[in-house]
């Protein structure tokens, strides 16, 4: 099992960049795919980006792939998500997850990752 914390939102104006973090507790978090969603108010869930246990592979949401990036380190058992040129549209509840790396299936899928962490507000402002 792990349990994650997301830190790292907060208010920025539009074109500014923010920097998720999501630290994972236990000793196992090579064992997992990671990965960001958000969800604004009256919306659904959102795919934003994912990582294999690995590294090795990166998928995004067509959307936001030339602004936002992920990535992660296994020794300090943290994942982050690099997002530039904010937009307005940016503004959400970001949540980290995690999948066991033997979880076949699209990883853009909410209901394939069994943990999630509480969320971050991020914010651009106009």
């Known amino acids: 099992q792990v349990q994650l914390v997301e830190s790292g939102g907060g208010l920025v104006q539009a074109g500014g960049s923010l920097r998720l973090s999501c630290a994972a507790s236990g000793r196992t978090f090579s064992s997992y795919d990671m990965g960001w969603f958000r969800q604004a108010p009256g919306n659904e869930r959102e795919f934003v980006a994912a990582?294999?246990?690995?590294?090795?592979?990166?998928y995004y949401a067509d959307s936001l792939k030339d602004r936002f990036a992920i990535s992660r380190d296994n020794a300090k058992n943290t994942v982050f998500l690099q997002m530039n040129s904010l937009k307005p549209e940016d503004t959400a509840v970001y949540y980290c997850?995690?999948?066991?790396?033997?979880?076949?299936?699209?990883?853009?899928?909410?209901?394939?990752?069994?943990?999630w962490g509480q969320g971050t507000q991020v914010t651009v402002s106009s």
């Open positions: 990582l294999s246990w690995s590294g090795g592979n990166t």
């Open positions: 997850a995690a999948r066991n790396k033997y979880t076949m299936g699209s990883h853009s899928y909410w209901h394939h990752y069994s943990y």
